[in-house]
């Protein structure tokens, strides 16, 4: 039997169990790939963490990211929770206020501030969403969407699309039937939503039930995804910032404070640790 340290961390919160959690296995060298999927399947959580030596000589850490069915190159509330739980483990310390993570889309920076901590997105592209009509359909009818469906791929494709209301986010009930088959179809991860609000902060929902995740709590690189088509969209400009709430429906409350520099995205919030101990195997 073999023990490793484990954390449970709450992102995009400083309330525990507002957030969204992820679980953190720290010092996963050792474990094969079918131990890592059992794990994040036991798990049950949107997503499961495996801290690792880096290769790369720039990163202070390397991780990998496992949803209960899938591994993923990258995702938002897993890094920031995760590099969390490194800093808190003392595995890691950031270097002028910034760690260096290694993933599979290559190194993500984090930047570790009072207020919490917040990645750069990684550099992404946009692609158009084949068979839109699924996605407006399965939203509710052409009314509903007010811009998009539009593919974001960062790492993740998050199928995008702004809707006509923050009343209308809210009582969304989509056919997750038909997005589950979309995604299986087309390789995508899952959709996120969105609607402008007061003060121009947003409301936003993420879906990825063909990853086995019916509706994720608070999503960073969902949001992430948001903030690229926002911007592309002309809504918001370099240098601005918004804050965006998320996961009401599912009774949490997380927020996300997006800020853009002059060719960067960051993405972050507040962490919490809710479970430290030791995972036998």
């Known amino acids: 039997m073999t023990e490793r340290r484990f954390k449970q961390v709450d992102v995009f919160t400083a309330v525990p169990l507002m957030g969204n959690p992820v679980a953190v296995i720290l010092e996963a060298d050792g474990l094969t790939d079918a131990d890592m999927h059992r794990m994040a399947a036991w798990t049950n959580l949107s997503e499961t963490t495996f801290v690792l030596p880096p290769t790369d000589p720039a990163a202070d850490y390397a991780v990998r990211?496992?949803?209960?069915?899938?591994?993923?190159?990258?995702?938002?509330?897993?890094?920031?929770?995760?590099?969390?739980?490194?800093?808190?483990?003392r595995i890691a310390a950031p270097k002028d206020g910034t760690l260096v993570q290694q993933c599979a889309v290559g190194l993500v920076r984090v930047a570790v501030e009072e207020a919490g901590l917040s990645f750069t997105l990684p550099a992404h592209r946009f692609e158009e969403a084949p068979q839109p009509d699924i996605i407006v359909n399965a939203l509710g009818g052409a009314g509903a969407v007010v811009s998009g469906p539009r593919i974001v791929n960062v790492g993740p494709r998050w199928v995008?699309?702004?809707?006509a209301s923050v009343a209308f986010v809210e009582s969304l009930e989509p056919d997750l039937a038909a997005l589950a088959a979309y995604d299986r179809a087309h390789g995508t991860t899952g959709l996120t939503v969105y609607a402008t609000g007061g003060a121009g902060d947003i409301t936003v929902r993420s879906f990825a039930p063909a990853d086995g995740i019916a509706e994720d709590p608070v999503c960073g690189s969902?949001?992430?995804?948001?903030?690229?088509?926002?911007l592309d969209a002309g809504q918001v400009k370099p240098s601005e910032s918004y804050l965006s709430s998320q996961g009401r429906q599912v009774g949490r409350d997380g927020r996300v404070a997006v800020r853009f520099g002059p060719d960067t995205i960051h993405v972050g919030g507040a962490c919490v640790t809710l479970i430290d101990g030791i995972l036998r195997l």
């Open 65 to 89: 990211i496992f949803t209960p069915r899938a591994e993923l190159p990258f995702a938002g509330h897993p890094t920031l929770g995760t590099a969390h739980a490194v800093i808190e483990a």
């Open 160 to 163: 995008i699309a702004e809707l």
């Open 222 to 230: 969902g949001n992430g995804a948001v903030a690229a088509f926002r």
